[in-house]
Nanobody, 125 residues
Framework: QVQLVESGGGLVQAGGSLRLSCAAS????????MGWFRRALEKEREFVAA????????YYADSVKGRFTISRDNAKNTVYLQMNSLKPEDTAVYYC??????????????????WGQGTQVTVSS
């Protein structure tokens, strides 16, 4: 089992930045592919970004490419999502996810086994 706890959400003005963190426990973190997803009100959960075990490979949704950066610190069992140039359409609950397989650009919710509870990000215009 893997436990995931997100933090760092909040209210920010358009154009601002936030950094989300996701702390993992319960399994060797460096063996986990990590991802971020989000769900806006009345919308489906959508992929945001993913990162491989070592951090050497990343994959982003087109909607966040160039604005968001996913990274990880295996010594701290934590994955991060740096969000810059935020837009009102980035408003959503952001979820951290983990999967114990090989890297293949996991970007669909069913490809992940473990999920956090989510953290709210609200971007005001």
């Amino acid at each position: 089992q893997v436990q995931l706890v997100e933090s760092g959400g909040g209210l920010v003005q358009a154009g601002g930045s936030l950094r989300l963190s996701c702390a993992a426990s319960g399994r060797t973190f460096s063996n986990l592919v990590m991802g971020w997803f989000r769900r806006a009100l009345e919308k489906e959960r959508e992929f945001v970004a993913a990162i491989s075990w070592s951090g050497g490979n990343t994959y982003y949704a087109d909607s966040v490419k160039g604005r968001f950066t996913i990274s990880r610190d295996n010594a701290k069992n934590t994955v991060y999502l740096q969000m810059n140039s935020l837009k009102p359409e980035d408003t959503a609950v952001y979820y951290c996810a983990a999967e114990g397989g090989y890297w293949y650009r996991q970007h669909i919710p069913s490809q992940y086994n473990y999920w956090g509870q989510g953290t709210q990000v609200t971007v005001s215009s």
